[in-house]
T-cell receptor, first 117, second 116 residues
Framework: ETGVTQTPRHLVMGMTNKKSLKCEQH?????MYWYKQSAKKPLELMFVYSLEERVENNSVPSRFSPECPNSSHLFLHLHTLQPEDSALYLCASSPAGQGADNTGELFFGEGSRLTVL | AQSVTQPDIHITVSEGASLELRCNYSYGATPYLFWYVQSPGQGLQLLLK??????LVQGIKGFEAEFKRSQSSFNLRKPSVHWSDAAEYFCAVVTAYGGSQGNLIFGKGTKLSVKP
């Protein structure tokens, strides 16, 4: 148990479907992240939220839409995805701000395995 | 630009043998360095981290890593590998201190297989 929970663990969807991935953290952190992990590629940072505001969006296609309603929850809304979007999507959290607690260490969930048909 | 290089994509060792996974980083200042492990179908778990002080750091599961500034390296070691250590290992470096800007840069990972 890492303190970061992702649901669903597995998702299969067609290209015209709309679905959402959910992430919840119980660590009292104020920053949350979405990463994409594809085969034979390094981890790709998709989105960063700090104190519920988006601070980074690494040129992710608009078919991925993040939402951070509070510091404990993060969603990734998916619509009209492509087969190349099939990957493991990892959520992570960390303390926000400049305090000594924030060393850059990330705490990861177990991931949501997405397959786009 | 900051980067992390893990030169070995896949390593196979026999159970009970020693292990060393290589990591080199490119970063101007003193970095914060991490090793994460990912078992199949799982997320990433922190093995150990280096911030400052003693350059030999101990982690969980019997792993250790040594920071060598002169070689820009942070290699991961274990004296005796167990079958349960089969996983993928990621080296990472923080490129800016403080804040929450997603500044953790990951290497491409090294997959470890363990032979009985």
């Amino acid at each position: 148990e890492t303190g970061v929970t992702q649901t669903p663990r597995h998702l299969v969807m067609g290209m015209t479907n709309k679905k959402s991935l959910k992430c919840e953290q119980h660590l009292g952190h104020n920053a949350m992240y979405w990463y994409k992990q594809s085969a034979k590629k390094p981890l790709e940072l998709m989105f960063v939220y700090s104190l519920e505001e988006r601070v980074e969006n690494n040129s992710v296609p608009s078919r991925f839409s993040p939402e951070c309603p509070n510091s404990s929850h993060l969603f990734l809304h998916l619509h009209t995805l492509q087969p190349e979007d099939s990957a493991l999507y990892l959520c992570a959290s960390s303390p926000a701000g400049q305090g000594a607690d924030n060393t850059g260490e990330l705490f990861f969930g177990e991931g949501s395995r997405l397959t786009v048909l | 630009a900051q980067s992390v290089t893990q030169p070995d994509i896949h390593i196979t060792v026999s159970e009970g043998a020693s292990l060393e996974l290589r990591c080199n980083y490119s970063y101007g200042a003193t970095p914060y360095l991490f090793w994460y492990v990912q078992s199949p179908g799982q997320g990433l778990q922190l093995l150990l981290k280096y911030f400052s002080g003693d350059t030999l750091v101990q982690g969980i599961k019997g792993f250790e890593a040594e920071f060598k500034r002169s070689q820009s390296s942070f290699n991961l070691r274990k004296p005796s590998v167990h079958w349960s250590d089969a996983a993928e290992y990621f080296c990472a470096v923080v490129t800016a201190y403080g804040g929450s800007q997603g500044n953790l840069i990951f290497g491409k990972g090294t997959k470890l297989s363990v032979k009985p």
